[in-house]
């Protein structure tokens, strides 16, 4: 059974840093592209960065240059460093971990992050 579980959400200050954590077990193997993705109210889920196993990571232009994603393919898991935090990143963010060759997705259960003074 495969499973995401992520942790580091909460409250900040504009202009604050925050890091998210996700944990996947139950994947074996690494050959696998994890990453994040938000959802605000009212707006569709979208990509915030992606990593894949090699390293090569993608990004929505919108946190480019504030956000940094890391992964450790030993530890399947996969990290968000948020930094200079504005109250637009206000979403729940969820973790991601994509097969698109053998066509397998699962996504974690979320975690909210506010943004607000």
């Known amino acids: 059974q495969v499973q995401l579980v992520e942790s580091g959400g909460g409250l900040v200050q504009p202009g604050g840093s925050l890091r998210l954590s996700c944990v996947a077990s139950g994947i074996i193997g690494s050959m696998h592209t994890m990453g994040w993705y938000r959802q605000a109210p009212g707006k569709q889920r979208g990509l915030v960065g992606s990593i894949t196993s090699g390293g090569d990571t993608n990004y929505a232009d919108s946190v480019k240059g504030r956000f940094t994603i890391s992964r450790d393919n030993a530890k399947n898991t996969v990290d968000l460093q948020m930094n200079s935090l504005t109250p637009e990143d206000t979403a729940v963010y969820y973790c991601?971990?994509?097969?698109?060759?053998?066509?397998?997705?699962?996504w974690g259960q979320g975690t909210q992050v506010t943004v607000s003074s």
């Open positions: 991601n971990a994509e097969n698109k060759i053998f066509k397998w997705q699962y």
